[in-house]
């Protein structure tokens, strides 16, 4: 019988508190997720449940609350796309022409203009949800103070009591508050890439937009697909910069889908409910899956494509 020595059992009681961890924090809040959905609860009576099977998930495209077209979850979900997308894309854009530009050897102050950058990053999201609030303020807010003194605008703009403002101001702060990531992302990965390649390309006469598209982009796939990935996610579940700046209004026209599932949960429960609020959250979780997975073999197969 071969006895175990020391060095080769080592590792594996060193992982022992990483599974702990992934068990306790991770698998067992998305079991009990999965199996609340398949129950009829509620916090007014959480401890008297009944088993309802699949009927949370027919629930989601069946229930209309506010709109008679679609669903609850169905409005949700479409808001939350949109969202998301407008969102992402703008991070994505503003983000890599920042990052080209601080990346520019002739740009004077870089280690300042850096400096601010990172500042949204270092400000915690509701805290900056709250001083935007006070910003897109109709009353005090300064960007109002500044329209109406400079006369492009005769009375205050109520930013967040209208539908589409409230959608493009959530919008804004959201699109604040992740350029940090990717700026700093996209120009540590910029810097990596050798500068002899621009060299080479700038004698045989490749202009800026040919090196853009032929170096710096190719290069700069992996860590685009990472950084898009990531923002793809996180602002998916984004939920408290919402949650200061409009709770979800006017109108429900910023309540995405972590909102929609707060207030299944919390606030509705005459029609929601523990049941309910876990099935949507599945529904988000798979989507998001499926989001990424889709994401990830669509840029794997374009660089496949831009290199053979």
Do not use: C
């Not at 170096?215 to 408290?240: A, E, H, K, Q, Y």
């Amino acid at each position: 019988m071969k006895v175990l020595s020391r060095k080769s059992v080592t590792p594996y009681v060193l992982l022992v508190p990483l599974l702990v961890a992934l068990g306790t924090l991770m698998v067992y809040p998305l079991y009990k997720v999965v199996e609340n959905s398949f129950y009829e609860a509620s916090f007014l009576a959480p401890f008297q449940r009944e088993y309802v099977g699949l009927d949370n998930f027919r629930w989601l495209f069946s229930f209309k609350l506010f709109d008679p077209r679609w669903s609850y979850f169905v409005s949700a979900l479409g808001r939350t796309l949109l969202w998301v997308t407008g969102s992402v894309a703008i991070k994505v854009i503003i983000g890599l022409l920042g990052a080209l530009l601080l990346n520019n050897r002739l740009l004077a102050g870089k280690k300042f203009y850096r400096t601010l950058v990172i500042i949204p990053w270092a400000i915690p999201w509701a805290v900056g949800a709250m001083m935007w609030a006070w910003t897109f303020n109709s009353q005090f807010g300064i960007i109002n103070s500044v329209l109406l003194r400079l006369h492009l605008v005769r009375e205050p703009v109520p930013f967040l009591s209208q539908p589409t403002s409230a959608f493009l101001a959530t919008m804004v702060v959201d699109v604040w508050a992740g350029l940090p990531f990717m700026f700093i992302m996209l120009l540590s990965g910029l810097q990596t890439i050798p500068e002899t390649l621009y060299e080479a390309a700038s004698i045989d006469g490749a202009g800026v937009g040919t090196r853009l598209f032929k170096i710096t982009l190719p290069l700069l796939r992996p860590i685009l697909l990472t950084v898009s990935l990531l923002s793809l996610i996180w602002t998916f579940n984004s939920f408290d910069i919402i949650w200061i700046l409009t709770g979800g209004g006017p109108l429900r026209a910023t309540e995405t889908l972590p909102l929609a599932i707060y207030k299944t949960s919390f606030l509705y429960l005459r029609f929601g409910g523990i049941g309910k609020a876990s099935a949507m959250t599945i529904a988000q979780v798979t989507l998001v899956t499926l989001l990424a997975v889709s994401y990830i073999r669509l840029l794997k197969r374009g660089s496949e494509q831009s290199w053979g």
